[in-house]
């Protein structure tokens, strides 16, 4: 009954409203570069947590850490700091459990300090040495609001390039209450031990990490309760959406807010189909798991630019 009423407000007029609204919205926002925000999902002894990354604020710290995360150096590495009340940081030291050996992550060159976000709670930062533009492959999680300590006041301060979202903060708090111990030379800090008796500290008893991009160009935020799409529109091109919720009960519906252009496909891209009016998710994120494939919204009032979900997997 529900899609043969869908069916009946799929008409010629509704598609053509819509894309006389998209083309000209699409244009206007030429001069704009649009960069979606991207996700790592992070893997640890005591449960996984994701990080969304912020690319507009911070597109070379977040290109520099991606550079790390997509060449395999974070597979294995090991939280080196650990200061409760302060931050978590790694990035620094691989681990080879079997092994038992620790190595040093190999270092690019130095980036230049993108001090753009407060640290605060849960906020993800580049370390660095007390020169501003030397931070390499080290980062950490602030652990309280550090906004004062590590303000632009401290060699210009420290860049903000990501937050922890979701319910990660909970798994960051049982790795901040882990008894800690230090390593001989190697690390200068106290770091976080599993398993720990007092004596015998070996590769096995570190809280190891491993890091691993998201491709989620279709997610919603929490944060502000806000779906974001990226989509193939077809002649009216390449865009990114963004749906506030009009309606969560007893059928989702959406309401288009804005457009902005993009230049071109990305994987896993949403498809606008004209004859039918739906849009077509391949799969949605929130807080980096994938929730659902095959999303279809189906456009039910062109004049509101809303749209209803109608079927998923």
Known sequence: MLKSALRIVHCVSPLNHLKSILIPLL???NSIEVVANSFVRVQTDLGDF???????????TTKNFLNYVQSGSY???IIHRAEPGFVLQTGKISSNE?????DPILKGSPIALEYQLPNILGSVAMARTDL?????SEWFINLADNTDILAESNNGGYAVFGRVIGDGLTVVRKIENLNRAKYINEIPFDVPVINYTGSGLNVAN??????TEIVAPNYFDNSNNTLYVKVDAGTAGFAKLSFSISQSAPNIIVKLETVETLAG?????AVYREASAELILPELVIDGIVVGRDLVFSLIDADQLLFQLISFK
């Not at 501003?132 to 390499?136: E, G, K, L, N, R």
Request: no cysteine; net charge negative; proline share 8%.
């Open 27 to 29: 244009i206007l926002s």
């Open 50 to 60: 994701t990080i969304e990354l912020f690319e507009n604020d911070a597109p070379i």
């Open 75 to 77: 597979q294995s590495t």
């Open 98 to 102: 079997s092994a038992n050996i620790i």
């Open 132 to 136: 501003p533009d030397s931070a390499t």
């Open 206 to 211: 570190f809280v190891d990490l491993k890091v």
């Open 265 to 269: 496909t990305t994987p896993k891209i």
